[in-house]
């Protein structure tokens, strides 16, 4: 019952725009962080962005300016919005959900950018 589930990914042209979604079910999400990560292929998974509970947002210094955390509590959602994409960009994306005083983390099965030259 409880688990995340990523959907918006594919293929996108450099410059282009993307927006990923992540619908959580069997939790209380304004009780968590949420958060993006993304993993390349041949390469360690790294955080993306974050929005916590009070809708404080971070963003790793490689997207800062190009995507946008979001989240809708009502819809048991959270967004990223990501412009102005490039190859680098490319990478299977994982949306996660923190519930520190828990001690609990869920992960989502993930969802490919493919972000073409």
């Known amino acids: 019952q409880v688990q995340l589930v990523e959907s918006g990914g594919g293929l996108v042209q450099a410059g282009g725009s993307r927006r990923l979604s992540c619908a959580a079910s069997g939790i209380y999400m304004p009780m968590y962080t949420m958060g993006w990560y993304r993993q390349a292929p041949g390469k360690q998974r790294e955080l993306v962005a974050t929005?916590?509970?009070?809708?404080?947002?971070t963003y790793a210094d490689s997207v800062k300016g190009r995507f946008t955390i979001s989240r809708d509590n009502a819809k048991n959602t959270v967004y990223l919005q990501m412009i102005s994409l490039k190859p680098e960009d490319t990478a299977v994306y994982y949306c996660n959900a923190d519930h520190s005083f828990m001690q609990s983390e869920i992960w989502g099965q993930g969802t490919q950018v493919t972000v073409s030259s």
């Open positions: 929005i916590s509970n009070s809708d404080l947002t």
